[in-house]
């Protein structure tokens, strides 16, 4: 019998982690959980460490640690309990460790992804942060390691599975012409200008298809979250900006699509269901149950398309300039959207002034290259600072 593969869990209480154990404890025989971590949801990791005993848990601080190891003691439940950064890049390099679920959130979770990567994991990258901010560190060292990397989010998913089996970065060759990445559009898709200036927080957090945490649910209205995913897709299929199209698909049956030379378009179509994209990055080539409903076209309503409205929505024209400006554009980017982002959730800041933000910082910040990991973190730090200014005065 096969050994199971060692899986380590990163962000397991996100909607993410939530959603890779659902699939992990469907197949028992093929996964063990290593390892989990968490930020602030303990109730949730304990309940998680109970059902599936991992040698190891992280939290982020000593005192949470301490509490977490008393309660798991009275409940008689095993493993070494954690914390703080550095105790996240050690469990995603651990021997035992075949696969890594990349999924927390933001740019905090880019030195635990480059650790996995560093570690020549199966990474499934559900963070799309450590690509946007350090795009070609992260590449270079999966390509150094032999790493795999199996993207999560449902629209590289998407295209990865409309690829062609042997793609190894090169469009051209493969006679690909365009990727298309369709965006749902968000539940702010039919508001007007001054509409938008009066939406709050629980708002923008009322995703219309997909059930996701409150960062990624406002990048999702800003069509910010669509924006690093144009950057995500340069550097994980090797495609210049000018092959990237973005599609309003309010939907969300059609995931993403690759259209090729010949006027062929492949797509991907299902539910959405997190669930998909986490069980075929975890079971690549393979194919397994992951509790997902297929789709019934008898009751689908009409598919749709538009194109995004980018007055609206500067934010998706903003991530596509970072890109195109290149160096730490897009880590500059990433860390004021998410400054901007906590502010609009903290109920300091409006919906609208959220590209403001970025796009101030993005002129007011240096954009030069950064050659390593603390370089990155550094402007990501300048980057914070400058938007945290342009916040406050707002």
Known sequence: ??????????????????????VVARHPERYRVVALTAHRQLDKLFEQACRFRPDYLVVADADA???????LADAGVSGEVLHGAGALEQVASLPEVDAVMAAIVGAAGLPSALAAAR??????????ESLVVAGRLFIDAVRASGASLLPVDSEHSAIF????????????????????????????????????????PDDACRHPNWSMGRKISVDSATLMNKGLEVIEAHWLFGVAPQRIEVVVHPQSVIHSMVQYRDGSVMAQLGSPDMRTPIACALAWPERIEAGVE???????????FEKPDLQRFPCLRLAFDALAAGGDAPAVLNAANEVAVAAFLAGGLRFVDIPRVVAATLSGVSCTASDSLDGLLARDREARRFAEAEVAAC
């Open 119 to 128: 570690a020549g994991k199966r990474i499934l990258l559900a963070n799309k």
């Open 65 to 71: 640690a301490a509490s977490l190891r008393e309660r």
């Open 161 to 200: 599975q409309s690829l062609p089996a042997d793609y190894a970065g090169d469009p051209e060759a493969s006679g690909i012409r365009k990727i298309i990445l369709t965006a749902s559009g968000g539940p702010f898709r039919n508001k007007t200008m001054a509409e938008l200036a009066g939406v709050g």
């Open 294 to 304: 297929s789709l019934d076209f008898f009751s689908l309503s009409d598919l749709t």
């Open 1 to 22: 019998m096969t050994k199971p593969q060692g899986i380590a869990v990163l962000g397991a209480t996100g909607s993410v982690g939530c959603n890779t154990l659902d």
